[in-house]
T-cell receptor, first 112, second 115 residues
Framework: NAGVTQTPKFRVLKTGQSMTLLCAQD?????MYWYRQDPGMGLRLIHY???????AKGEVPDGYNVSRLKKQNFLLGLESAAPSQTSVYFC???????????FGPGTRLTVL | GNSVTQMEGPVTLSEEAFLTINCTYT??????LFWYVQYPGEGLQLLLKATKADDKGSNKGFEATYRKETTSFHLEKGSVQVSDSAVYFC??????????????FGKGTKLSVKP
């Protein structure tokens, strides 16, 4: 039981490049979330999903897209990376809206 | 809107010292409140929670009491250890009106415990 895993762990991009971050969970959770963590800012919600095939915007969605084609996977895409997207990205999942969220280990992204 | 304010760090303590990390919130009604901990190089883990006024959450020697009258959820531990060195996040979740479980986090407080 791996819990929540994130791929890759680290990535460096140049401005304008695109990439996809993968979050996978093996707990059969319905809800999945993408957060970004910036120094002095805590965690802020980017997008979330309440089940397979659904996505919704969080607090800071601009510049990101997401997809939840399979229940166990939640993908976060950056179509044209900007230096402002340099951050640590965390994925989380939970069985329902009212249960504990389980977090992945994070992806450190640097955009030059 | 809903928000969380927690004490700025970093906080440096000696082993066995008493710890308090202040957290206050702004929300209408009664949100659920949480403390998460992030150890170096890891993701966040739930430390404790409280879902209604006067509830006390506790885990691993840490405690926090949901105080409605002061809109606070301060984290305390009587005797910290080096292994408690981490970043601590206070968070709230609004559990009404079609909430999707979204957490609102404070900025985090980094704790360093020296032997």
């Amino acid at each position: 039981n791996a819990g929540v895993t994130q791929t890759p762990k680290f990535r460096v991009l140049k401005t304008g490049q695109s990439m996809t971050l993968l979050c996978a969970q093996d707990m059969n959770h319905e809800y999945m979330y993408w957060y970004r963590q910036d120094p002095g800012m805590g965690l802020r919600l980017i997008h979330y999903s309440v089940g397979e095939g659904t996505t919704a915007k969080g607090e800071v969605p601009d510049g990101y897209n997401v997809s939840r084609l399979k229940k166990q996977n939640f993908l976060l895409g950056l179509e044209s990376a900007a230096p402002s997207q340099t951050s640590v990205y965390f994925c989380a999942s939970s069985p329902t809206a009212y249960n504990e969220q389980f977090f992945g280990p994070g992806t450190r992204l640097t955009v030059l | 809107g809903n928000s969380v304010t927690q004490m700025e760090g970093p906080v440096t303590l000696s082993e066995e010292a008493f710890l308090t990390i202040n957290c206050t919130y702004t929300a209408t009604g009664y949100p659920s409140l949480f403390w998460y901990v992030q150890y170096p190089g890891e993701g966040l883990q739930l430390l404790l929670k409280a879902t209604k006024a006067d509830d006390k959450g506790s885990n691993k020697g840490f405690e926090a009491t949901y105080r409605k009258e002061t809109t606070s959820f301060h984290l305390e531990k009587g005797s910290v250890q080096v292994s408690d060195s981490a970043v601590y996040f206070c968070a709230l979740r609004w559990d009404y009106g079609g909430s999707q479980g979204n957490l609102i986090f404070g900025k985090g407080t980094k704790l360093s415990v020296k032997p």
